[in-house]
């Protein structure tokens, strides 16, 4: 989960309480994206089975990290988020790549019900 606005973290915690106390999900945060690249490059690199990220980031933004996502790790759905969900933004971002378009404030119900898509389909 990729947001620069420090409340996105405890929201996400929060909607996903119960799945993370379960072990449904387990989430990491990055405020940036180079601090996700970091993550993802890192040593040890989490499995990650799908990342989640904001558009509009101070530095490298969401669709910049897409695209560096996209020719690194082909194989990572992306789903990106954003407060202003215009069918131009929409377009450009399925373009290159990203497997989900959401708007914000995140609809965590439809959420929940595209990762459980998204894990049925990759069979994880
Ligand atoms: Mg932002």
Same mark, same amino acid.
């Given at each position: 989960m990729?947001?620069?606005?420090p409340?996105?973290?405890?929201?996400?915690r929060?909607n996903?309480?119960?799945?993370?106390r379960?072990?449904?999900?387990?989430? #990491?945060?990055?405020?940036? =994206? *180079?601090?996700?690249?970091? $993550? /993802?490059?890192?040593?040890?690199a989490?499995e990650?089975i799908?990342?989640?990220? #904001?558009?509009n980031?101070? =530095? *490298?933004?969401?669709?910049? $990290? /897409?695209e560096?996502?996209?020719?690194?790790?082909?194989?990572i759905?992306?789903?990106?988020?954003?407060a202003?969900g215009?069918?131009?933004?929409?377009g450009?971002?399925?373009?290159?790549?990203?497997e989900n378009f959401l708007?914000?404030?995140?609809d965590?119900?439809a959420?929940?019900?595209?990762?459980?898509?998204?894990?049925t389909?990759?069979?994880?």
């Amino acid at each position: 989960m990729v947001d620069d606005e420090p409340d996105a973290k405890e929201l996400f915690r929060q909607n996903f309480r119960r799945e993370i106390r379960k072990g449904v999900y387990v989430f #990491d945060f990055a405020q940036s =994206g *180079m601090e996700a690249l970091g $993550l /993802l490059e890192g040593e040890d690199a989490p499995e990650v089975i799908l990342v989640l990220s #904001d558009i509009n980031m101070p =530095g *490298m933004t969401g669709v910049e $990290l /897409l695209e560096q996502i996209k020719q690194k790790w082909p194989d990572i759905p992306v789903f990106m988020i954003t407060a202003y969900g215009d069918a131009t933004t929409e377009g450009t971002v399925r373009e290159k790549g990203a497997e989900n378009f959401l708007t914000k404030p995140v609809d965590f119900p439809a959420l929940k019900e595209k990762l459980s898509e998204l894990i049925t389909e990759s069979g994880v």
